[in-house]
C-alpha cells in the first residue's frame, strides 16, 4: 500500500458502506477512529464480540446479548450502554430495560492498525483494538475448522484458509492489497439489507491481510 495505502489499517464493514479509495482513507474524517477513550473502549473482547453481533442481527436487546455471548443480562446491558456512549448503537424503539432493543448507528469501523499518525497513548491504544480484533477472527476461524465436518459438502468447498509469500515491490502490493480489499467487500450491501440476499444465501466470514515479513534478525532482536 503506497502513500496513504502503505500505511496498516483495520476495516470493519457492518453496512452497505463503500470501501474508501486511498485518497479517501484519511483518518481526520468522522468514519475514522482515532481518540483514545473510542479505542479502548471498543478493545474489549465482550464489546467488540457484541458489535460483530449486530452485523448479523439488525437489532439485539440484552437478553439476545446474553444469549449470543454467554455473559449476563446486566453485563450486557453495561456493554451496549457503554457502545452507545460513544456512539455506535443507539436504543430502537420497542421494549424497555432488558428486552429494549439496540441497533447499530456507525456501521464503518476503520483505524490505523499500528496507530501511525496518532499521539503516544492513542497508538498504544490503537494496537490494543487491533489485537483484540484479530484474536476475534482467529478464534472465529479456529472455531469453523473444528465443527466444518457437520457442513454439507457444497459447503465445504466454497471455503478456503490459504497464505503465500510474495516478492513484490511497494507499488505492486498496493496494487494486490487494493484488489483484495475489493473482493472482501464485493457484498457489503447485503449486510444492511437482508431483501438483497438471493435465496439459500448465508453469512460467511471473509478476512484479508497483507503485511511484510520482517527480517530474521529482527524478529531475533525483539524476542
Request: glycine share 6%; hydrophobic share 40%; with cysteine.
Amino acid at each position: 500500500m503506497t502513500r496513504v495505502l502503505a500505511k496498516d489499517f483495520l476495516s470493519c464493514h457492518g453496512s452497505a458502506v463503500p470501501e474508501p479509495r486511498p485518497q479517501d482513507m484519511d483518518p481526520e474524517k468522522p468514519n475514522w477512529i482515532t481518540d483514545k477513550k473510542t479505542f479502548r473502549a471498543l478493545a474489549h473482547p465482550t464489546r467488540w464480540q457484541i458489535l460483530q453481533q449486530f452485523d448479523l442481527e439488525p437489532t439485539m436487546t440484552a437478553t439476545r446479548c446474553s444469549e449470543l455471548t454467554g455473559e449476563s443480562v446486566a453485563s450486557c446491558s453495561y456493554h451496549l450502554n457503554t457502545l452507545s456512549r460513544y456512539g455506535f448503537v443507539e436504543a430502537a424503539e420497542g421494549g424497555t430495560g432488558r428486552e429494549k432493543p439496540w441497533r447499530l448507528v456507525v456501521v464503518d469501523r476503520s483505524w490505523r492498525a499500528g496507530g501511525e499518525g496518532l499521539d503516544d497513548e492513542a497508538a498504544v491504544a490503537a494496537v490494543a483494538l487491533s489485537d483484540v480484533s484479530l484474536d476475534h477472527l482467529a478464534a472465529h476461524l479456529k472455531s469453523w475448522i473444528r465443527w466444518r465436518s457437520r457442513e454439507e459438502p457444497q459447503w465445504l468447498d466454497a471455503t478456503a484458509v490459504t497464505e503465500t509469500v510474495a516478492f513484490v515491490t511497494a507499488d505492486e502490493l498496493a496494487e494486490l492489497t487494493a484488489d483484495i480489499r475489493t473482493l472482501v467487500h464485493r457484498y457489503n450491501d447485503r449486510v444492511g439489507d437482508p431483501s438483497a440476499r438471493p435465496a439459500g444465501a448465508r453469512a460467511a466470514q471473509v478476512f484479508a491481510a497483507t503485511s511484510l515479513r520482517r527480517p530474521p534478525e529482527v524478529d531475533r532482536g525483539d524476542r
